[in-house]
């Protein structure tokens, strides 16, 4: 009877698809995401009385750094050993291998420049008001991970269990991409909250330090129940998301601590 309560999940990851051209449910979760953290950003800049045309470069600048950095983030902490032999496979993102590491990464590198060359501000200031709708995005593309069957959990008795039969599955293993959307989620109702709600979006580096640690704190625990993305993971006390989850948590302490000891930062336009 206990198999009974198992979730049977065979979902296919393609809505539908017109000669070569396919529509998946994970490219859609993540445009959705993407126009989402848009409309999430465009509110936030009226708010501020901020240059519109500041929410558009910027929009452009996040689309390419999460996309470039989250693959490079695949191809060097979870497939060297591949992708050195097969160099031509890295731009066929359209197989697959995205790491959210390199993501964050990329996207940091992206809006340090961003705030030299356009803003002038503080790239703690936009970070503040990035990683906000970021949180959202990421919750989406989770769920594009269900659809696809995909980065799920080991073994579980629970009656949440997810039987992926789609990867030939025969037991229940825990849907650890219900549990990361989840705690993105909630990270997202925090941010909001301090952002709209208290002056905290003034003290630089406070909201995108409780993103670091929300998020890959989360993660780094997630992790443990979470099966082996990469062969050479088999064995390790702490696998390479978790070690990867480490600096961004203590950095996001350091970032809170800090942004409350010193003075709320206000900008005129």
């Keep these: 009877m206990e198999f009974l309560t198992f979730i049977h999940w065979n979902v296919d990851p393609e809505i539908f698809s017109l000669g070569p ?9 993540f445009a959705f995401g993407f126009l989402g953290g848009y409309y999430q950003g465009e509110r ?20 390419v750094a999460t996309i470039v950095g989250a693959r490079l983030g695949h191809v060097f902490f979870y497939g060297w050993d591949y992708y050195s032999q097969h160099p031509e496979e890295i731009l066929k993102v359209w197989h697959g291998g995205l790491a959210s590491h390199g993501g964050a ?7 340090i420049w961003w705030s030299r ?3 002038k501000r503080s790239v703690l200031w936009v970070l503040d008001r990035v990683v906000v709708p970021t949180a959202l ?3 989406l593309i989770r769920t594009g991970n269900l659809m ?6 080991i073994q579980t008795d629970l009656p949440w269990g997810f039987i992926f ?5 025969t037991v229940a293993k825990h849907p650890t991409q219900i549990y990361e959307a989840l705690s993105y989620l909630l990270t997202y109702a925090v941010m909001l909250y301090s952002y709209w709600k208290t002056d905290l979006r003034n003290r630089e580096g406070f909201i995108v330090g409780v993103f670091f640690v929300m998020v890959f704190l989360s993660r780094f625990l997630i992790e443990f129940i979470k099966e082996d993305q990469e062969a050479f993971e ?19 302490l350091f970032l809170i601590i800090r942004a409350l000891k010193r003075a709320p930062v206000v900008y005129k336009n």
């Design 165 to 169: 039969e789609r990867n030939g599955e």
């Design 234 to 252: 088999a064995g390790m006390a702490l696998n390479m998301g978790q070690w990867l989850s480490v600096p961004f948590v203590l950095g996001g």
């Design 137 to 139: 995005v990421a919750a």
């Design 44 to 63: 936030m800049f009226k708010f501020e009385k901020i240059n519109p045309e500041w929410l558009e470069s910027l929009f452009i600048y996040l689309i």
């Design 21 to 29: 051209l396919s529509i998946r449910w994970y490219g859609l979760l």
């Design 117 to 119: 060359k356009v803003s």
């Design 148 to 153: 696809n069957s995909e980065i799920y959990g």
């Design 105 to 111: 990464i990329g996207i940091f590198i992206a809006l």
